[in-house]
């Protein structure tokens, strides 16, 4: 459902005019849907991008190509060792004070850092490479450790929160899969506007009932969807 359609669906069951509820229920159902996101990391909301780290930098704000979502975590990083971008390695996840620590024990410049431009992609470079990089995402930066001496092809795998809804054609994959639950669970939040109105009233089992079965939608979603 587009963002006009949820909001002509509320008002109706509230049997309120637009003009005097419109904004508070767009505010409502962005609510929903931002509590939604941060109750769960959905399947439908991870990807696959290409970025480039700079060379020198101990920490960059990861800039995605073709991503106008927010980043909400970075799950993998992979160094991508060849020109046509189809061959990489994994760097290694490692918290981000374990990666201070390191740099303060020791000198970067003791780390070797390996060129991997020209590399051909033997088992033993491979194994090289993997022992070498180590990454952390903190607050809404990319750490890669050591600082390489080259900028670095980085493809990876994230997952990213939905922006609010502004205009009435806007829409994303909750909106379209999990619409029952926003509107459910935006009704829960504004029965208060329902006053003496004797009708049927959402209950908090609904609303639970169809977030169930949104989240079971998503954890199908990887085999009928890959990652592109």
């Not at 939604?36 to 991870?46: A, D, I, M, T, Y």
């Not at 029952?180 to 639970?208: G, N, P």
Request: hydrophobic fraction near 40%.
């Amino acid at each position: 459902m587009t963002f006009l359609e949820l909001r002509t669906s509320i008002l109706g069951y509230l049997n309120r005019p637009s003009s005097e509820m419109a904004t508070v229920v767009n505010t409502t159902i962005n609510l929903v849907l931002r509590s939604l996101q941060r109750g769960h990391q959905f399947q439908v909301c991870e990807t696959l991008v290409k970025m480039t780290y700079p060379a020198g930098q101990y920490f960059v704000t990861p800039t995605l190509e073709g991503v106008t979502e927010v980043l909400r975590n970075i799950i993998t990083v992979g160094i991508v060792l060849n020109s046509d971008k189809t061959t990489f390695v994994p760097a290694l996840p490692k918290s981000f004070s374990e990666i201070c620590k390191e740099i303060q024990s020791r000198k970067e410049s003791s780390a070797a850092c390996v060129d991997d431009s020209s590399i051909v992609a033997s088992n033993e470079d491979l194994k090289r490479m993997i022992s070498t990089y180590y990454f952390s995402f903190f607050g809404n930066k990319l750490v890669l450790y050591p600082t390489p001496s080259a900028s670095k092809e980085l493809l990876l795998h994230c997952s990213v929160f939905f922006p609010d809804l502004v205009a009435d054609t806007d829409s994303n994959a909750l909106t379209e899969a999990g619409a029952d639950y926003v509107i459910l669970a935006s009704l829960r939040l504004l029965h208060i506007y329902m006053k003496t109105d004797v009708r049927y009233a959402v209950t908090d089992a609904e609303v639970a009932a169809s977030r169930e079965t949104l989240l079971a939608w998503d954890r199908d979603i990887r085999s009928a969807a890959p990652l592109q």
